[in-house]
C-alpha cells in the first residue's frame, strides 16, 4: 500500500481517533470541492489506543454504521496513520537517477535511520523537487512505518468490502488543508504553527511557504478539558461530554472552565514553540492556527490571542468549499473534521 499515489476520483476520509470516527466524502475538483456526505461517531472506550488500532472489531461496527448515517456513497477511502508511527526525512538524491535506480538508492538510505528490519516496514517516497542547495540534486522526502500497522488499517477497511486507496500521514493531510486554502496562508510573514488538539494528545506543526519544518506531538488534549468540567461540576465523563456539546453550557462556563483550560493551552502551545525556537534559526512566527474538536468552543481563538499576544486562528477546513450535506450542523464540527476532509482531497484534481 502505497503512501503517496497519483490523483484519482475522490474518496472518503476516515479520521480514527481515540474519541470518535470523523468520515468526510468531496466531490468536485480541487478548484471547486463540494462536500458531500460527513459525520462524526464516538468510539468505545479502548477501540482506539496509543495511536492505534487496539479493536478492529469495535472500531468496524462503528465506522460501518457511521457511513450509512452520513450518506456516504463512495467506496473508496482514504485512512490517516498518526505521524507518531511515522519516520520521515528529507534526502538529497542525484536528480539523473531513474525511478527504479532511486528506489533502489532509497532503500539503501533507509537501512542507515530506521530502528526496524527493512522487511517489517513500509517504505514511500515523493520527490519533492530541486535542491536549494545542489543544484545536481532533487530533495526525496522518505516515509516509513511499521507494516504490521498499516495492514491493520488494510484488513480493517477490507473487511467492511470497501476499498483502500490510500493509506497517508494525518500530519500531511492537515497540511493538505492548509495548502488548499490560499486565503489562510496569504500576507503569512514567516512560519505559521497549527496545533491540532486530539482527545489525548495534541501535535503542533511549523510550515513555511514550501513544507513542514517542524512537528512535535505532546501529552495534553481534549481529555484535560472533560476533566475540568467533570471536577467543576461533579458529573460524569458522558455528562461531561453533553455540557460540552451543548448550545447553552452553565451560566459560568467561561470562566470556570474554559478559562483554565484556554491557561492550560497557552502553557503548552508556548512549551512546544519553544522547543522549535531552540531548534532552529527562527525566533518568532506569522500565528497560530487551531485545529481539533476544542477549536469549536465559542470565543477559544480570541481567548488564546490574548494570552499569547499572537495572532490566533480557528481553522475551517471547509472555508473554500461548497456543503451539500447538513451545512448548518457542519459549523460546529468543522475544525475536528480537517484531517478527514485533508484526506478526501487526495483524490481530487
Same mark, same amino acid.
Request: hydrophobic content about 45%.
Given at each position: ?12 476520509? =476516515? ?5 470518535? =470516527? ?58 490517516? =496513520? ?86 497517508? =500521514? ?180
Amino acid at each position: 500500500m502505497k503512501l503517496f499515489n497519483p490523483k484519482s476520483k475522490a474518496v472518503v476520509g =476516515i479520521d480514527i481517533g481515540t474519541h470518535s =470516527i470523523k468520515v468526510v466524502e468531496t466531490a468536485g475538483t480541487r478548484a471547486n470541492p463540494q462536500v458531500v456526505a460527513w459525520g462524526v461517531a464516538p468510539l468505545p472506550v479502548g477501540a482506539f489506543s496509543e495511536n492505534s488500532i487496539a479493536n478492529a472489531e469495535l472500531i468496524a461496527d462503528t465506522l460501518s454504521g457511521l457511513l450509512v448515517s452520513s450518506g456516504v456513497k463512495g467506496t473508496d477511502m482514504a485512512v490517516a =496513520i498518526s505521524s507518531s508511527h511515522a519516520i520521515t526525512k528529507v534526502l538529497g538524491m542525484p536528480s539523473t537517477l531513474s525511478e527504479v535506480d532511486l528506489e533502489e538508492q532509497i532503500s539503501i538510505e533507509a537501512l542507515h535511520f530506521i530502528p526496524y528490519p527493512i522487511d517489517e516496514v513500509n517504505l514511500d517516497f515523493e520527490v519533492l523537487g530541486p535542491s536549494t542547495s545542489n543544484s545536481e540534486e532533487n530533495e526525496v522526502l522518505l516515509v516509513a512505518c511499521r507494516r504490521s500497522i498499516v495492514e491493520d488499517y488494510i484488513d480493517l477497511i477490507e473487511d467492511l468490502e470497501l476499498n483502500l486507496k490510500y493509506v497517508d =500521514i494525518d500530519t500531511y493531510a492537515l497540511e493538505r488543508v492548509y495548502r488548499s486554502q490560499g486565503s489562510m496562508a496569504a500576507g503569512a510573514n514567516g512560519p505559521v504553527a497549527i496545533f491540532d488538539i486530539g482527545s489525548a494528545s495534541s501535535h503542533l506543526m511549523i510550515l513555511d511557504v514550501e513544507r513542514v519544518l517542524y512537528s512535535r506531538h505532546q501529552n495534553f488534549g481534549a481529555a484535560q478539558l472533560v476533566k475540568l468540567v467533570r471536577k467543576e461540576y461533579g458529573v460524569s465523563a458522558e455528562e461531561a461530554e453533553e455540557i460540552l456539546n451543548s448550545s447553552q453550557p452553565p451560566a459560568d462556563f467561561v470562566q470556570s472552565v474554559q478559562e483554565p483550560f484556554v491557561e492550560m493551552l497557552r502553557q503548552e502551545v508556548s512549551r512546544a514553540l519553544q522547543f522549535f525556537y531552540s531548534s532552529s534559526s527562527f525566533s518568532n512566527i506569522d500565528s497560530v492556527i487551531l485545529s481539533g474538536a476544542c477549536g469549536a468552543l465559542v470565543g477559544i481563538g480570541g481567548d488564546l490571542e490574548v494570552k499569547l499576544r499572537s495572532k490566533v486562528t480557528v481553522i475551517d477546513p471547509f472555508a473554500e468549499a461548497t456543503v451539500l450535506s447538513r451545512k448548518d450542523a457542519i459549523i460546529a464540527k468543522a475544525p475536528s473534521l480537517a484531517i478527514a476532509y485533508g484526506l478526501s482531497l487526495r483524490g481530487l484534481k
